[in-house]
C-alpha cells in the first residue's frame, strides 16, 4: 500500500474545501481539545451540555473552557438544542485516535504458522512489528505484508493475532473492492497489470514478475493498493460457492491460503486488451476465473474430480 506525499484537491460537483488542512489540524494541537473529543465520545449519547462537558474535561475556568471548545466547533464538534455533540470528522478523529496508530505500538515473536506456503510447500511464520504483518516463509522469498494499527491486537491474546490479522486484512479489501479508498474514502478502481509492473524490483521474485496482479488506485489521493487476483477475487459469488460446497467459508479462509502464486495460479491470456484467468484448486476440484483488465469476470468454469 502506499499514500503520495501530496494529495489532489477535490473537484466533485458539490462537494468543496472548507477548510485548509494545516488550519483544520492545528485545531487539535492542545490536548484540552482532545480531551474535550475524548468526553463527548464517552458522554451519554455522545451529546453534554456546556457544564457537563467542562466537568468531564476537568477545565475550572469557563472562559478558557469556551475558548478551547470554540476551536472545535463546526469543523469536530456541533452545538444542539440538546448540547454538544461531535461531528463526523470528531467521531473520525477519535476513532483514529482510540486505533492506537498514533499512541500504540508493539512487536511480538514470530508466531509459526500451521498451514505451508502454497508456493514452495515450506514453513511460514507470523511477525508484527514496525505496524506491519509480515507473512513469510522459511524456504522461500514469498511474503505477504500489511499495515495494521496496533491497536487493532488490542485486547488480543498473541496466539489470536493471526486471525485477527487476516480479518482486518479482508476487510481493507472488502473495501477497496466497494470502490472506496482505505485512506481517504475517495473512488477507489481496480485494473490489472504486471507484478513487475506494480511492485518495486525488490519486492519481485523473477519467476512471477509476468504474472498478473490487481491494483486498486483512489482517484482523489492515489493511494494504491495492491494484490494478487486469488484474494482480489476472493469475495465473488463464484468463489464463494465454489469454497462453500467444499466445506470452507471463505471468510474464515487465511488471506495468505488464497493467491494467485500457489493454490490459485494466475496467467495473462492476452495484454492488449488484458484477459487473464487464475484457478483455485481445493482436492481434486477446480474453479476457474477469467477477468479483464477491470477485474471484470468474464466467465468461469468448474471441474470436480
Known amino acids: 500500500m502506499g499514500v503520495p506525499a501530496n ?10 474545501e472548507r ?15 482532545v480531551d474535550i ?4 465520545w464517552d458522554a451519554d449519547d455522545r451529546t453534554a451540555t456546556f457544564s457537563e462537558l467542562r466537568d468531564a474535561v476537568g477545565v475550572r475556568d469557563s472562559g478558557q473552557f469556551n475558548y478551547h471548545l470554540d476551536k472545535l466547533r463546526d469543523r469536530f464538534v456541533r452545538k444542539t438544542d440538546d448540547g454538544y455533540t461531535l461531528t463526523l470528522a470528531g467521531k473520525q478523529i477519535v476513532g483514529a485516535i482510540r486505533t492506537g496508530a ?10 509459526p504458522l500451521d498451514d505451508p506456503c502454497p508456493t514452495c510447500g515450506g514453513d511460514r511464520i507470523f511477525k508484527y512489528e514496525d505496524e506491519t504483518v509480515r507473512i513469510e516463509c522459511t524456504e522461500c522469498p514469498v511474503v505477504a505484508t500489511t499495515g495494521v494499527p496496533p491497536g487493532v491486537f488490542a485486547g488480543y491474546d498473541r496466539d489470536q493475532f ?21 485512506y481517504c474514502d475517495a473512488r477507489s478502481t481496480p ?45 465473488h459469488p463464484a468463489v464463494i460457492g465454489f469454497f462453500y460446497e467444499h466445506g470452507v467459508d471463505v471468510r474464515d479462509h487465511p488471506f495468505w491460503e488464497v493467491t494467485a502464486l500457489g493454490d490459485a495460479p494466475s496467467t495473462f491470456l492476452d495484454e492488449d486488451p488484458v484477459r487473464a484467468e487464475l484457478t483455485y484448486r481445493l482436492d481434486d476440484a477446480t474453479l476457474t476465473i477469467r477477468f479483464d483488465g477491470d477485474l471484470t469476470v468474464l466467465d468461469t468454469e468448474r471441474s470436480e474430480a
Open 37 to 40: 473529543l475524548l468526553a463527548l
Open 162 to 182: 493471526p486471525a485477527v490479522a487476516n480479518r482486518y486484512f479482508v476487510t481493507i479489501f472488502q473495501h477497496v473492492a466497494n470502490g472506496f479508498c482505505w
Open 19 to 33: 477548510g485548509d488542512p494545516g488550519t483544520v489540524f492545528k485545531a487539535l494541537a492542545d490536548a484540552t481539545r
Open 7 to 16: 494529495p489532489t484537491p477535490m473537484s466533485d460537483p458539490g462537494i468543496v
Open 191 to 235: 485494473s490489472v497489470a504486471r507484478v513487475g509492473d506494480v511492485l518495486d524490483d525488490a519486492d519481485i521474485i523473477e519467476e512471477f514478475a509476468d504474472r498478473p496482479m490487481v491494483e486498486y488506485t483512489c482517484e482523489r489521493c492515489g493511494a494504491g493498493v495492491s494484490c494478487d487476483p486469488g484474494i482480489a477475487l476472493q469475495t
Open 102 to 111: 498514533y499512541t500504540m505500538t508493539g512487536s511480538i515473536d514470530p508466531i
